[in-house]
């Protein structure tokens, strides 16, 4: 069964210094991984995918993550943090080997981004 | 623009009601899924549909049903009310078979039993 790790209940960061929150990933084929931002009291927005290729993938409000294969991992990045940045951040996969197309969601990474 | 949209941001219920969450989508996505959010345990998947009248559990169906009549339309039924069912749930919509794409969410629906 395919699995997602948020091993960060939350991350503080000062405006202006690099980002980084954690995820590693388990399934049984190649994976598809997901980044999705949740602002308080609002749905899930789309941040950003990586699907096949680059192991550098960039995404919306200046978001990127690394594909690690030998790590497992899919860890979210920002070189300079914003104040509005701050929210919850989820991890995602979706094993092609799987039934239909579900995600397997982390349990969510709080980000604060302080002045 | 990409829309989902669940009838109530907020419902306050009773215990032993029974109560119909609404979900639309207006990008004709064969997909439907609902999930809860709860702190600290993420996402979880409730149900899912794949196609009109079809539906396949997800991982914590038990105090669920669903209802998928209309292609747009999918609806999470929770059949009595309990108060551990007092949670944010989620819903979302996505391509068929298309595992390289994102799945679109609602705004959410705070569901409060009492």
């Known amino acids: 069964a395919q699995s997602v790790a948020q091993p960060e209940d939350q991350v503080n960061v000062a405006e202006g210094n690099p980002l980084t929150v954690k995820c590693t990933y388990s399934?049984?084929?190649?994976?598809?991984l997901f980044w999705y931002v949740q602002y308080p009291n609002r749905g899930l927005q789309f941040l950003l995918k990586y699907i096949t290729g680059d192991n550098l993938v960039k995404g919306s409000y200046g978001f990127e993550a690394e594909f690690n294969k030998s790590q497992t991992s899919f860890h979210l990045k920002k070189p300079s943090a914003l104040v509005s940045d701050s929210a919850l951040y989820f991890c995602a996969v979706r094993d092609p080997t799987g039934t239909a197309s579900k995600l397997t969601f982390g349990t969510g990474t709080r980000l604060q981004v302080t002045l | 623009d990409v829309k989902v949209t669940q009838s109530s941001r907020y419902l306050v219920k009773r215990t032993g009601e029974k109560v119909f969450l609404e979900c639309v989508q207006d990008?004709?996505?064969?997909?439907m899924f609902w999930y809860r959010q709860d702190p600290g345990l993420g996402l979880r998947l409730i149900y899912f549909?794949?196609?009109?009248?079809?539906?396949e559990k997800g991982d914590i169906p038990e105090g669920y049903s669903v209802s998928r009549e209309k292609k747009e339309r999918f609806s999470l039924i929770l059949e009595s009310a309990s108060t551990n069912q007092t949670s944010m749930y989620l819903c979302a919509s996505s391509l068929p078979r298309a595992w390289n794409t994102e799945a679109f969410f609602g705004q959410g629906t705070r569901l409060t039993v009492v």
């Open positions: 549909s794949y196609d009109v009248k079809m539906k």
């Open positions: 990008m004709d996505h064969e997909n």
């Open positions: 399934v049984s084929g190649n994976p598809y």
